[in-house]
């Protein structure tokens, strides 16, 4: 997502790319506000001019992911009209440390960090804007698509790696003196998670190679886009539910990795849009 924003403009962006892809800058994308849900328009943090050719940035961003250890953060901002139009937003890359932001971090349920951030007239140059001003929803829309496709080929692996670990379970725990692996049961439920497992990564390939494809029609990149999230919103939560079971009581607790991994899963389902709103998406029913 980072370097999908950064190289969409901006005075500084040549430097901040080569940092970014150096490891040696940190940056979060500010998007989410409490009211949005998951409709990327809605945004009432406002950006107004600052006499020249500046803004100041005024407003609140909820769950920002990575905010608490970011350099650089980018935040949408209304420019212009209001609150859920798609025309007036403009996306600022500002120092994290700039006077007037506050940043309140939290741990997510995954054991990562994100945070809300607060905008108190934090000044952005002209330098700062990403994109084109007023059109900032083909960036925001661009980066998000570029993350959701990115969580969905970590929640593929995640979930063949859990299946993986299940299965080495079920060889060597026994019940009545007879390895686990030998019910047949048990190895039904084996095959459809590996089912479960093979769609999701053949629809991350299939959102994935939409994203690169430049001939991509708008519509069709967003209905694979979509179609992605919903199989692994589901199946990530079939998968891991049936590995913590078939794993035990042991599979509840923090000694064994597939409770992390299924936490995981669960966030990336709600990350950028949880199954059923993307299934609304593809259905064209969202308000």
């Known amino acids: ?133 007023g059109e900032g929803i083909a960036v925001v829309e661009g980066a998000v698509n570029a993350g959701i496709v990115g969580a969905c080929a970590e929640a593929a692996g995640i979930m063949t790696r859990m299946h993986r670990d299940t299965i080495e379970y079920l060889k060597h725990r026994e019940q009545f003196g007879t390895a686990l692996s030998r019910f047949q049961a048990l190895q039904h439920r084996l095959v459809d998670m590996y089912m479960a497992c093979e769609l999701s990564r053949s629809m991350a390939y299939m959102a994935a190679v939409r994203l690169a494809d430049p001939r991509t029609e708008e519509e069709e990149l967003r209905r694979a886009i979509a179609a992605a999230k919903v199989q692994i919103g589901r199946a990530g939560r079939f998968v891991g539910e049936n590995a913590i079971q078939l794993h035990g009581g042991m599979g509840m607790t923090d000694e064994m990795p597939v409770s992390h991994y299924f936490k995981r899963l669960i966030l990336i389902d709600s990350q950028f849009g949880s199954a059923d709103h993307h299934l609304r998406e593809m259905a064209g029913t969202n308000p």
């Open 1 to 133: 997502m980072g370097g999908e924003l950064l190289k969409r403009g901006g005075a500084a962006r040549h430097g901040r790319l080569a940092r970014l892809a150096a490891g040696e800058l940190q940056l979060a994308f500010a998007f989410a506000e409490r009211q949005s849900r998951f409709d990327l328009a809605d945004v009432e943090t406002r950006a107004e001019p600052d006499g020249g050719e500046g803004y100041r940035l005024t407003g609140t961003k909820s769950v920002v992911f990575n905010a608490p250890a970011a350099d650089v953060i980018a935040v949408s901002a209304r420019t212009a009209g209001e609150s859920r139009d798609r025309a007036g937003l403009t996306v600022f890359a500002v120092d994290a440390n700039a006077p007037g932001i506050d940043v309140r971090g939290y741990p997510t349920m995954d054991g990562g960090r994100a945070g809300e951030v607060a905008l108190d007239g934090v000044r952005a140059g002209p330098g700062d804007v990403l994109g084109r001003p």
